[in-house]
Structures are given as structure tokens and as C-alpha cells.
């Protein structure tokens, strides 16, 4: 059986909403990670 969040209260939403915020920075910040990794972004000065 799949788990699913109850989104019928509050802190059920609560929970719904942060894992996508979560999962969004995850991947921002992986993205950055491998961005600058590779040498994508560079700093001019």
C-alpha cells in the first residue's frame, strides 16, 4: 500500500506543501552544486 498525507487538516497541509518546498530546494541547490562544479557560473573580477 502506498502512504499518503491526510490533507484534510492542518498539519496535514503543512507537511504536504513543505515536502514540495523541500523537494524545490533540493533541487535548486543541486542544480547550483553542479553548476559550479563544472565551472558554469564563474565569478569575473
Given at each position: 500500500?502506498?502512504?499518503?498525507i491526510?490533507t484534510?487538516?492542518?498539519?496535514g497541509?503543512a507537511?504536504?506543501?513543505?515536502n514540495?518546498l523541500?523537494?524545490?530546494?533540493?533541487?535548486?541547490?543541486?542544480?547550483?552544486?553542479?553548476?559550479?562544479y563544472?565551472?558554469?557560473?564563474?565569478?569575473?573580477?
Amino acid at each position: 500500500q502506498r502512504c499518503e498525507i491526510a490533507t484534510t487538516n492542518t498539519w496535514g497541509q503543512a507537511l504536504y506543501l513543505g515536502n514540495y518546498l523541500l523537494t524545490i530546494l533540493g533541487w535548486a541547490f543541486a542544480t547550483l552544486f553542479v553548476a559550479g562544479y563544472t565551472g558554469l557560473i564563474r565569478k569575473n573580477t
